[in-house]
């Protein structure tokens, strides 16, 4: 009887996961292979060998060395902070706490050139860290990695670490262990696979980070992602662009086998009971509270700093920043006003999140099942992994292949608009699959079985068993899928029509012009592109769901 009412459903599954495969083969891998294609084999011959040639490069093996170790560097510092503050913001009880925990989760929502502006800002000559010196200098590239990445470790050592089983640990403090040896013995070993999940995760977005090193670094430091971005407009050398996209999708793949290992076995060999009670600080949470505190203060400085300059106008306070949003460019660099950024940037991140919606919820329910067979086990894994290759791939690889693989019939796309919101889509959607897919792997699938046992067909299953559940994460996951697509500037770059550029496209023209008006309007673009985006997370926030902005 089992197996005539899973029948229809698996069919029903299947032929779903069709819609997505399509989309992602169509606007993922096509682009990404004929970005590949047309480096390795120009002109109908293949060029292996001068694959060699271009790693043997001494720039390239610069660019190499220096993502390698600035992601490594930025990843351990950010275990370092990210873990003591996920115990205090997780497992402590304390006035403001969930204030502290939207300031520490915000860098993660913020747009990559945002950040750097204000870490241009705060670093620059006339900033209140000029005195450094660090502008434009590597260690402003790994603070801001720091930066971007906490809430990353926050979110996904913290909710393992709050619905940890207490009972362990309540044993070993009986047996005499002190609290250093409870936790060195008992808790440590339980969040290792979420710290060792985390890190991952962060070596990923730090090696792949764009925006922040394109701005911060120029070209005096580059990485894998903004190489192949110079390389490919500035020295139309699309062989070597080729050759670090390849690189860097092995990488990335390894990345994600190494990511989807530590999730099961955190998922496996860890005993949760739900939500735990949060507890007192104590004298022992001295050293993680002061660590929080200054996690909060790293945070902040950059913030408050690009506000309050971008309050200044030729030393005095002033709004004229801000009244120079609505008025006409006054260069060639830049074409509409910024007040009609702001309305591209909205439009297309609209039309971004209801595309990546449709397709992440597809996604999310499909993988979400728990088939009885190895087979399918390992068949859902793979389709779970495949949609978050878009996480990790160049968008400047993405960007660039529509360009040159889009350009023909039937598929004639170089000129039309949809292209900047497909891309977009593309980014937001493995994040819109990884907060859904936990919520609906937490239903007991005995409910769907007995919707279908009173003949409920799948779509009234979902909505009667499925929907209740999951609308706190759909709307989450919708506000967290705008957010990225109002920041989203590496695919966007290449993509947007300079009569249509989006808010983060005007932002990276103002910057790069030398007068002080120029730079003034792109502080107060940033200030605005970082309100609508906190905003829309604040919201997200007060949801409370779990498994958004964990992997």
């Known amino acids: 009887m089992t197996r005539r009412r899973d029948t229809p459903t698996a069919w029903v599954l299947a032929g779903l996961a069709l819609v997505p495969l399509a989309f992602l083969a169509v606007f993922f891998v096509l682009p990404v292979a004929g970005m590949v294609g047309r480096g390795l084999h120009p002109e109908g011959q293949w060029a292996l060998a001068d694959v ?42 304390f006035p403001g706490q969930r204030l502290v925990r939207a300031l520490v989760v915000m860098p993660f929502v913020l747009p990559t050139v945002v950040v750097g502006v204000a870490f241009r800002t705060l670093l620059g000559p006339s900033g209140p860290l000029g005195f450094l010196g660090s502008d434009g200098s590597w260690q402003a590239i790994l603070a801001a990695l720091v930066f971007f990445n906490i809430a990353v470790v926050v979110r996904t050592v913290g909710g393992m670490w709050e619905s940890l089983d207490s009972r362990a640990e309540e044993s070993a403090a009986a047996l005499g262990a002190s609290p250093a040896a409870v936790f060195r013995t008992v808790t440590l070993p339980a969040l290792t696979p979420a710290i060792v999940s985390a890190a ?33 407009t500035n020295f139309l050398d699309l062989q070597a662009a080729a050759v670090l996209s390849l690189l860097q999708l092995v990488a990335v793949l390894a990345l994600l086998v190494i990511t989807e290992m530590t999730r099961n076995r955190r998922d496996r060999a860890v005993t949760r009971t739900g939500v735990r009670r949060p507890q007192r600080p104590g004298r022992g949470d001295l050293g993680p509270a002061a660590i929080t505190a200054a996690a909060v203060v790293f945070v902040l400085a950059p913030i408050v700093t ?28 830049v074409l509409v006003p910024v007040t009609e950024a702001i309305t591209n940037s909205w439009r297309t991140a609209v039309d971004a999140t209801l595309l990546a919606m449709v397709l992440g919820v597809i996604v999310a329910t499909i993988v ?9 086990r390992r068949g859902l894994a793979v389709l779970d992994g495949v949609f978050m290759l878009p996480l990790g791939i160049s968008a400047v690889t993405v960007g660039f292949g529509f360009l040159i693989t889009l350009d023909r019939p039937p598929l004639d796309l170089r000129s039309s608009p949809v292209l900047v919101p497909i891309a977009q889509s593309m980014v937001a959607l493995p994040l819109v699959v990884r907060t859904l897919t936990p919520v609906l792997r ?23 068993v499925e929907l209740p559940v999951v609308w706190r994460p759909l709307l989450a996951a919708t506000g967290f899928a705008m957010a990225v697509s109002l920041g989203e500037f590496g695919a966007t770059s290449f993509l947007a029509r300079p009569e249509r550029p989006t808010l983060p496209v005007v932002i990276y023209q103002l910057i790069g012009r030398p007068t002080a008006d120029s730079f003034g309007t792109a502080l107060a673009a940033s200030v605005v592109l970082a309100v609508i985006t906190v905003v829309i997370m604040g919201l997200v926030e007060r949801l409370r769901v779990g498994s958004w902005g964990s992997f």
């Open 368 to 376: 979400s099942r728990r088939p009885s067979t190895r087979r399918g």
């Open 52 to 93: 060699f040639d271009v790693l043997g490069r001494g720039r390239i093996r610069r660019v190499l060395w220096f993502t390698l170790w600035s992601a490594g560097v930025a990843t351990a510092i950010t275990v370092a902070v990210g873990v003591p503050a996920a115990y205090v913001l997780h497992r402590l009880s």
């Open 442 to 464: 937490s239903i007991d699938p005995r409910q769907r079985e007995a919707a279908a046992t009173l003949g409920a067909p799948p779509w009234r299953a979902w909505l009667s």
């Open 200 to 232: 991952t995760v962060v070596f990923l977005f730090c090696s792949t980070a764009f925006g922040v090193v394109l701005t911060l670094g120029g070209l005096r430091y580059s990485t894998v992602e903004t190489e192949i971005y110079l390389l490919t």
């Open 306 to 333: 690009l506000v309050l300059r971008s309050l200044q106008d030729d030393g005095e306070w002033s709004l004229a920043n801000y009244r120079r949003l609505a008025s006409p460019p006054d260069s060639d660099a």
